[in-house]
């Protein structure tokens, strides 16, 4: 019997950048079974995890299972190392029920509770986009913490140039002094480069599950 602990302020989110949810999305889709994939993972931040990439391996799989060759796995841990990247990155595990609801099974949750480090994030999503995530710590023994998925959408530069050229043309900001008169300011741009999140509703939400 798992224990879901769910924190009553500051949920832990996953930052995730839309082109490594779009990444991943795009394996489940390519794939017409479960598919089995990892990434890497770092904490940034109180309750915050970073999801910088995620990755595939070979693997057998059918429309409900999937078997990861293990000497797959072996040689990518190996080929981190020679890379000088640090394995304790490789901290997420995310696999897809193709058209079935994105709820862990009891197969999963015992595959979860067998991995051998510190703590884990794993995700189970499926074809529609939803998704449930949680991180698993085990010691001194294991908690299962729910995760909320925040997309991380990077400023499109082009973008931003041009509708900031037009906010400067067509828009300007009335500014009142001192003595209360009042006088009209070209708008100066912010700055356009700040990333931003959006919280990816879970598969719990009410998104639908039907077909
Ligand atoms: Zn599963």
Redesign the pocket.
């Known amino acids: 019997m798992m224990n879901k602990l769910i924190p009553a302020t500051n949920p832990i989110r996953l930052i995730t950048p839309l082109a490594v949810w779009q990444k991943m999305m795009a394996y489940v889709q390519a794939c017409p079974d ?1 598919i089995n994939g990892f990434g890497y993972i770092q904490i940034t931040g109180e309750n915050t995890l970073y999801l910088s990439d995620v990755f595939i391996l070979e693997q057998t799989v059918s429309g409900v299972s999937t078997d990861v060759d293990d000497q797959a796995l072996h040689r990518h841990i190996n080929d981190m190392v020679q890379a000088g990247i640090n394995t304790a990155l490789l901290r997420f595990q995310w ?1 897809s ?1 193709v058209y079935m609801p994105a709820f ?2 009891a ?2 949750d015992a595959c979860i509770a067998r991995y051998p480090c510190e703590w884990m994030v794993s995700l ?1 999503t499926n074809k529609y986009g939803e998704y449930q995530a949680q991180l698993d710590i085990y010691r001194p023994f294991k908690l299962s913490l729910p995760i909320t998925v925040e997309l991380e959408l990077s400023a499109d530069n082009r973008l931003s140039d041009n509708c900031s050229a037009e906010v400067s043309t067509k828009v300007t900001r009335q500014e009142v002094g001192w003595f209360g008169h009042v006088k009209h300011a070209a708008i100066r741009p912010d700055d356009a480069s700040t990333p931003y999140c959006f919280e990816l509703g879970g598969a719990d939400d009410g998104l639908s599950q039907s077909n």
């Open positions: 479960e696999h029920h862990f099974s197969t999963d189970v």
